[in-house]
């Protein structure tokens, strides 16, 4: 019996951890809003992100420009493929596109 009982708890805590993921929106149009968890940059989500978290990042007609490394565990999310092809599905039909700036990136780093 209790054996029963302690692996209902640890499946009701494997359960519930999923849930503990946060979504952080990242849009390169607003001005940060941590209260939110809306974001100008990938650099700004990602420092307020935890392992285990969503960044979704929203379509623009600027791209997103882009000099850092992804440290830590994270689901990022565009806007997705054929957005014209599917109406209804998304208001917002721009891509969501990523400049990764390389030059940026090598500074102060050997080799």
Do not use: H
Request: with cysteine; glycine share 8%.
């Amino acid at each position: 019996m209790k054996k029963a009982i302690l692996l209902m708890v640890l499946l009701c805590i494997l359960l519930t951890v999923p849930l503990l993921a946060t979504t952080f929106r990242v849009n390169n149009k607003v001005s940060d809003n941590a209260g939110a968890k809306i974001y100008s940059t990938l650099e700004k989500a990602q420092e307020a992100a935890s392992n285990g978290d969503t960044i979704m990042l929203e379509g623009s007609q600027d791209d997103y420009l882009t000099a850092f490394d992804l440290t830590k565990r994270l689901i990022i999310k565009g806007p997705g493929y054929f957005l014209d092809e599917n109406p209804g599905i998304s208001a917002n039909k721009l891509p969501a596109v990523i400049y990764y700036r390389a030059d940026d990136c090598n500074r102060g780093r050997p080799g």
